[in-house]
């Protein structure tokens, strides 16, 4: 269950693809995160797939009639239309994307389509001639001019046996486009933000490496949450459990040293820079260039500090600039995350415990505090990283309106 999700009433338009089985998957995945999914499957997708696979799945009636009766508000179209959060159609076939660009509306679902104010999001699959001609094109062209969005398609082996892209892109990259979409807050439109993430590994010969256990569920959340928001997001990301939003330019580097090049070659772009990285302190002086045989005496190895990178943004940071950072400890919890926020001038600090129960490394709740320069810690209990994450950005929103920027 997500906040993200919960709730929301997404109609979900399958249509005429082979890809549309698929359609079950994100159907119970929606439903899985708690929303209220309305599936609406054409004469074509009908074909394809079962009406009563969506129903099972969803818990409602899977609308297959323009002519169902009017007394119905469950799926009466203009009744949908209004009261929908989200179009996803998925499979989006040659022929939807067609109708949708002319304004035909000769079924429930193309017509409902035009109804709605809701944002609709299409991810397209089909043949990859069929998706690249000029027809298909230009029916994108026009939705997309129009405000529609797309997501995906995917390429490779497609079902006619061709290769290309035309493929229904994966499910989690259709949920996280939708999750995008659903947030109604845009505070950050137009804003950048540059997000460091996930671990370190710093080498001690070609095979090994020190490293920790930082998930990168952190650095995800956070961008997730600056894309639903409206920001730019780029993310300097070291080894991580978790993958990062497609949405987010990535930049992966393995050591402390490339993320601080990467780090310091993109940070003077952004208005916001959040340093959720779990940096080692510490590097390997001399890697060894051949892997270290174990010939049964002690191995010492010297390590070297190395450098913090989040002060290294602050040194050079505009006065309009926001920086956040985060202190992860055992404990004495706020008397070293205020040290922090005063050592690397930060403008926010997130100081969250670590050990216990729900707030290991790797955990997807955090017990946490908002600590920022002259204030009381704002404490903010036990949360999940998913709520976390709004806290620290209505933050972020409310210094950057204290800068007037
Ligand atoms: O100094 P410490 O690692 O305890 O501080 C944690 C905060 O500083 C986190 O925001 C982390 O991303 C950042 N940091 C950094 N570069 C380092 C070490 C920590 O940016 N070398």
Same mark, same amino acid.
């Given at each position: 269950?997500?906040?993200?999700?919960?709730?929301?009433?997404?109609?979900?338009?399958?249509?005429?693809?082979?890809? !549309?089985?698929?359609?079950?998957?994100?159907?119970?995945?929606?439903?899985?995160?708690?929303?209220?999914?309305?599936?609406?499957?054409?004469?074509?997708?009908?074909? +394809?797939?079962?009406?009563?696979?969506?129903?099972?799945?969803?818990?409602?009636?899977?609308?297959?009639?323009?002519?169902?009766?009017?007394?119905?508000?469950?799926?009466?179209?203009?009744?949908?239309?209004?009261?929908?959060?989200?179009?996803?159609?998925?499979?989006?076939?040659?022929?939807?994307?067609?109708?949708?660009?002319?304004?035909?509306?000769?079924?429930?679902?193309?017509?409902?389509?035009?109804?709605?104010?809701?944002?609709?999001?299409?991810?397209?699959?089909?043949?990859?001639?069929?998706?690249?001609?000029?027809?298909?094109?230009?029916?994108?062209?026009?939705?997309?001019?129009?405000?529609?969005?797309?997501?995906?398609?995917?390429?490779?082996?497609?079902?006619?046996?061709?290769?290309?892209?035309?493929?229904?892109?994966?499910?989690?990259?259709?949920?996280? !486009?939708?999750?995008?979409?659903?947030?109604?807050?845009?505070?950050?439109?137009?804003?950048?933000?540059?997000?460091?993430?996930?671990?370190?590994?710093?080498?001690?010969?070609?095979?090994? +490496?020190?490293?920790?256990?930082?998930?990168?569920?952190?650095?995800?959340?956070?961008?997730?949450?600056?894309?639903?928001?409206?920001?730019?997001?780029?993310?300097?990301?070291?080894?991580?459990?978790?993958?990062?939003?497609?949405?987010?330019?990535?930049?992966?580097?393995?050591?402390?040293?490339?993320?601080?090049?990467?780090?310091?070659?993109?940070?003077?772009? !952004?208005?916001?820079?959040?340093?959720?990285?779990?940096?080692?302190?510490?590097?390997?002086?001399?890697?060894?260039?051949?892997?270290?045989?174990?010939?049964?005496?002690?191995?010492?190895?010297?390590?070297?500090?190395?450098?913090?990178?989040?002060?290294?943004?602050?040194?050079?940071?505009?006065?309009?600039?926001?920086?956040?950072? +985060?202190?992860?400890?055992?404990?004495?919890?706020?008397?070293?995350?205020?040290?922090?926020?005063?050592?690397?001038?930060?403008?926010?600090?997130?100081?969250?415990?670590?050990?216990?129960?729900?707030?290991? +490394?790797?955990?997807?709740?955090?017990?946490?505090?908002?600590?920022?320069?002259?204030?009381?810690?704002?404490?903010?209990?036990?949360?999940?990283?998913?709520?976390?994450?709004?806290?620290?950005?209505?933050?972020?929103?409310?210094?950057?309106?204290?800068?007037?920027?």
């Amino acid at each position: 269950m997500s906040i993200a999700f919960a709730d929301k009433q997404i109609v979900l338009g399958v249509t005429g693809s082979i890809a !549309a089985y698929k359609a079950c998957e994100i159907a119970s995945r929606l439903t899985e995160e708690g929303a209220v999914v309305i599936p609406a499957l054409t004469r074509a997708a009908r074909e +394809f797939v079962a009406p009563l696979s969506f129903e099972a799945i969803t818990g409602r009636p899977a609308i297959t009639d323009i002519f169902a009766p009017i007394a119905n508000p469950e799926i009466e179209h203009i009744a949908v239309a209004r009261r929908a959060h989200l179009f996803l159609i998925a499979p989006a076939s040659a022929n939807i994307l067609a109708k949708a660009a002319c304004g035909i509306a000769d079924d429930w679902l193309s017509t409902t389509l035009l109804a709605t104010h809701a944002p609709v999001l299409f991810a397209p699959a089909m043949n990859a001639a069929m998706y690249a001609h000029p027809a298909t094109q230009a029916n994108i062209a026009t939705l997309l001019a129009r405000g529609a969005h797309f997501v995906g398609p995917g390429e490779g082996r497609l079902a006619c046996g061709e290769t290309g892209p035309g493929r229904l892109i994966e499910t989690p990259v259709i949920l996280e !486009a939708a999750c995008i979409l659903l947030s109604g807050k845009k505070d950050l439109a137009g804003r950048r933000v540059l997000i460091t993430s996930g671990a370190t590994h710093e080498p001690i010969d070609p095979v090994r +490496f020190i490293g920790n256990r930082s998930s990168g569920k952190m650095g995800r959340a956070l961008a997730l949450e600056a894309l639903r928001r409206g920001a730019e997001v780029t993310v300097v990301s070291g080894p991580a459990r978790v993958p990062l939003p497609h949405a987010a330019k990535v930049l992966s580097v393995r050591t402390a040293q490339e993320m601080i090049e990467a780090t310091l070659a993109h940070v003077d772009a !952004a208005d916001i820079f959040i340093a959720a990285a779990a940096v080692a302190d510490y590097r390997v002086e001399h890697p060894a260039d051949e892997k270290h045989k174990r010939n049964g005496d002690a191995l010492n190895l010297t390590l070297c500090p190395n450098p913090d990178i989040a002060a290294a943004v602050s040194a050079r940071k505009r006065p309009e600039q926001v920086t956040v950072g +985060f202190a992860a400890e055992t404990h004495d919890l706020l008397a070293y995350a205020q040290r922090k926020l005063e050592k690397k001038k930060l403008d926010l600090i997130v100081a969250n415990q670590v050990g216990g129960e729900n707030c290991a +490394f790797g955990a997807d709740t955090a017990w946490a505090w908002l600590i920022t320069p002259g204030a009381p810690p704002e404490q903010l209990h036990l949360i999940t990283k998913e709520e976390l994450t709004e806290r620290v950005f209505d933050k972020i929103a409310s210094i950057l309106r204290t800068r007037n920027t």
